[in-house]
Every structure is written in structure tokens, then in C-alpha cells.
């Protein structure tokens, strides 16, 4: 079950980075989008079962992922990206992609041993710091696809 967990949320990370860069730079990502929504759903679902059990961090960040993407799902799906539903689209699918990279990042700093090393615990600054970068980059991304993204029309430049 982890290694399909693991497969999922690779290719909801591969496939929201082609997302957001549609979202940036135009064109049409109708297939990305539905993968990206998908496997990003499937991650959030496949997390629960996984120990150890009980309400924890992990499966708090995939309530919140949940949240999110039922967010983007409406907004593109039900609403066809229509007036304020745009913005929210965005804020949500670019917010969703944010956790599963967070998640990334963390998973990292615990199994690799050089990122380990550096930050045992998960609250030395190298940890927060890399975690904070990673925050200011999405923040950014984010509001630069709010603003350049029109569905049906190319980005500008």
C-alpha cells in the first residue's frame, strides 16, 4: 500500500508542476489537470490507512489537501472556472500541490540520510529553512498564475 501511496503522489507532483506551468505560461492542460486531481486525491485517500494510527500531523495535512482539491474540483468542474471560481481554482490546486511538495520535502529530511543528518528532528533550521523557501516559492507561483491565468487564452509573458 505505501509503495502505490508513494507511486501517487510522484505523479500528482509531476503532473501538478505541468499544471501550474499551464497556468503560467497558457495552453491547455485539461488531461494534466484531470491527472493531477486525481492522483492527488488518490494520495490523500491512500494516506489514511497507512500506520501509525490516529489523528495525527499527516492525515490533518490531508483533511486539509481534501478540503482543497474538492475546492479545485468544483471550481473547474461544476463552475467551468467562471468568474471568482478561477481565482479559487488556482488558490486551491496551486495550495494542494504546495502540501504534497511539503510532504515531499519532509519525507525527504527523514529518509535520506545527508538531508537526516542535518536535521534529525524535523525542527533544525535547515529543515525550516528549506520548508520556508519552498513556502515563498509557491506564495509567489501562486499569485503570478492568479494573475496570468485565463482559461482559453494564452498567458502573457
Not at 89 to 96: P, R
Not at 134 to 143: K, N, P, S, W
Request: charged share 10%.
Amino acid at each position: 500500500m505505501l509503495q502505490i501511496h508513494v507511486i501517487l503522489s510522484l505523479v500528482g507532483i509531476l503532473s501538478g508542476l505541468v499544471v501550474l506551468y499551464r497556468l503560467l505560461f497558457g495552453g491547455d492542460s485539461g488531461a494534466w489537470t484531470a491527472l493531477f486531481l486525481i492522483t492527488t486525491i488518490l494520495t490523500s485517500l491512500s494516506g489514511f490507512p497507512l500506520p501509525p494510527f490516529g489523528f495525527d500531523p499527516p492525515r490533518a495535512v490531508g483533511v486539509l489537501s481534501l478540503v482543497l482539491l474538492l475546492g479545485a474540483v468544483v471550481a473547474y468542474y461544476a463552475f467551468h472556472l467562471e468568474g471568482i471560481w478561477r481565482l479559487i481554482y488556482v488558490g486551491c490546486a496551486v495550495a494542494a500541490l504546495y502540501l504534497n511538495v511539503f510532504v515531499l520535502v519532509a519525507q525527504g529530511f527523514l529518509k535520506v540520510p545527508f538531508l537526516h543528518d542535518l536535521a534529525p528532528t524535523g525542527s533544525e533550521p535547515p529543515f525550516v529553512a528549506t520548508q520556508a523557501v519552498v513556502l515563498i516559492i509557491f506564495i509567489v507561483l501562486g499569485a503570478l498564475a492568479a494573475v496570468r491565468f485565463r482559461p482559453g487564452t494564452e498567458a502573457r509573458a
